[in-house]
């Protein structure tokens, strides 16, 4: 089933809507999306060097939305694939949730992969969209 499917499905549009009109917050999605259009969700692009917009302003804009859009689900994307390969043999399903074990268990292992990513150093998100965070100030700005 494809994730939109299961957005409708579980209202979560709903969710994104409500966010949207309170703060004006917008949720990026990928490109298979593409049947959806409401003005809450930012679709990433399989070809962001392409703009139908009439103006070269419009166009230099929308490309410039695209390749943002497409650099925060590969980002989302990264993270997901990290998250999944720490844990390669977790296929347990709750069917029935009674107090709330679900949420202790994805909690659980949000700080597990946080404690393996910190011990290891291996983040690929963080090590292509968070580089500053490796630099040492004072070496930066000559500070002993």
Not at 87 to 94: E, W
Not at 124 to 144: C, P, R, S, T, Y
Request: neutral net charge.
């Amino acid at each position: 089933m494809h994730d939109s499917q299961v957005a409708h499905w579980g209202k979560v549009y709903d969710k994104f809507e409500a966010v949207y009109d309170e703060t004006g917050g917008k949720c990026t999605v990928d490109s298979v999306f593409g049947k959806v259009n409401n003005p809450f969700l930012i679709k990433s692009s399989q070809d962001y060097h392409v703009s139908t917009m009439p103006t070269c302003e419009e166009q230099r804009l929308d490309l410039q939305r695209k390749r943002q859009a497409t650099l925060m689900r590969q980002a989302a994307e990264w993270g997901m694939r990290a998250i999944q390969s720490s844990f390669p043999c977790l296929k347990d399903t709750f069917v029935y949730e009674d107090t709330g074990e679900r949420h202790i268990l994805m909690k659980m292992l949000c700080l597990l992969y946080n404690l393996r990513a910190r011990s290891v150093g291996i983040n690929q998100i963080k090590n292509v969209f968070m580089k500053q965070l490796e630099e040492d100030a004072n070496n930066k700005f000559g500070m002993m």
